[in-house]
């Protein structure tokens, strides 16, 4: 049976990072990418670069912030929307749906939230709201969908090496978390907690306090399941050792295979 590998990638910054994106997707090949932070205007977007890689792509720009895409191995993403229904008001580049291999996929870039109490912390909370209420006219659809990208949100404390330094920080304060978890009440499967139920496993690792060599990290790259394609999750992991070239983003690519 054939398999499915589908990323999410918070690049944190394309031009910068385009010879690791392209040495990871070269080495670990795989089909279905969604990226995030690109912090590059539509019109700086190394397309060309990407497709001579052997991949399609949809992106949506913005200088110097945000920034989402989507890349299809050997063909191209069928672009469904930008942004979220009913929330046109948001000048942001977080949200691009395609149609991508038989799969919907939603790649998304949740509003970090920083610092809260106030506005920004405001703004994350009402873009939740927002993918909440289309998460659940997808999962509605009985389509296969993934909703993959960097949700900015610490599920439980066994998601962080540790709270204390965190307690005040917006990617785990309990409106945040209750917005994830409403998510998955809705019948979408977290994959890389279904695949690692008792297990540390961590996707984002800050620049400070020598975080990467300690293993001092964060879960906040996700990539949530609408329910058929649960039982067909066959694997899940995180390429750390892209997380530990020179000048690495720093999240590392977040990943599924599914049986097709």
Known sequence: ?????????????????????????????????????????DSAF??????????????????SWNGVAI???????????????????????????????????????LPNGNPQPGPKFDYKLDWFEHLIKHADSLLNSEHPVVLAGDYNVIPTDEDIYNTRSWLKDALLQPESRECFQRLLDQGWTDALRAKFPDERIYTFWDYFRNHWKTNSGLRIDHLLLSKGLKPKLKNAGVDRWVRDLPHASDHAPTWIELKV
């Not at 930008?82 to 919907?104: C, F, M, T, W």
Request: charged share 25%; aromatic share 6%.
């Open 1 to 41: 049976m054939a398999t499915l590998k589908i990323a999410t990638f918070n690049i944190n910054g394309i031009r910068a990072r385009l010879p690791i994106l392209l040495q990871w997707l070269e080495t670990e090949k795989p089909d279905i990418v969604c990226l995030q932070e690109l912090k590059a205007a």
């Open 46 to 63: 190394p397309a060309d670069d990407i497709r001579n890689a052997g991949y399609g792509v949809i992106w949506q720009g913005e200088p």
């Open 71 to 109: 890349l299809s191995r050997d063909s191209d993403p069928l672009e469904i929307r930008r942004g979220l229904p009913g929330n046109e008001k948001d000048s942001h580049s977080r949200y691009l749906e395609a149609a991508v291999q038989g799969v919907i996929v939603g790649c998304l870039y």
